[in-house]
């Protein structure tokens, strides 16, 4: 469909800023993968800078701007990371 997981999030009103509206330049979708999934998409060469830069990252962090959604990840399961 296009969307990202920034954009579902967004389209639920849940708490994530994504204050550069999906453009890799913020890092305010932060978010942490819960559930296991190779559906997703490997971490771009942008998104690993970006994420290095925060305090609150761990290993399941992803930039949820940079999740194209696809039928595959049905059932992910998300933590929005604090800022
Ligand atoms: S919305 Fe800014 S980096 Fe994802």
Do not use: V, W
């Amino acid at each position: 469909m296009g969307l990202s997981l920034k954009d579902l999030c967004k389209a639920y009103e849940l708490p994530m800023e994504a204050m550069c509206g999906g453009m890799a330049m913020c890092a305010t979708c932060h978010c942490y993968i819960l559930s296991e999934s190779s559906s997703l998409p490997e971490k771009g060469d942008i998104e690993e800078a970006l994420l290095s830069e925060l305090f609150t990252t761990n290993s399941s962090s992803r930039l949820a701007c940079q999740i194209q959604l696809t039928g595959a990840m049905d059932g992910l399961s998300i933590e929005i990371a604090p800022n």
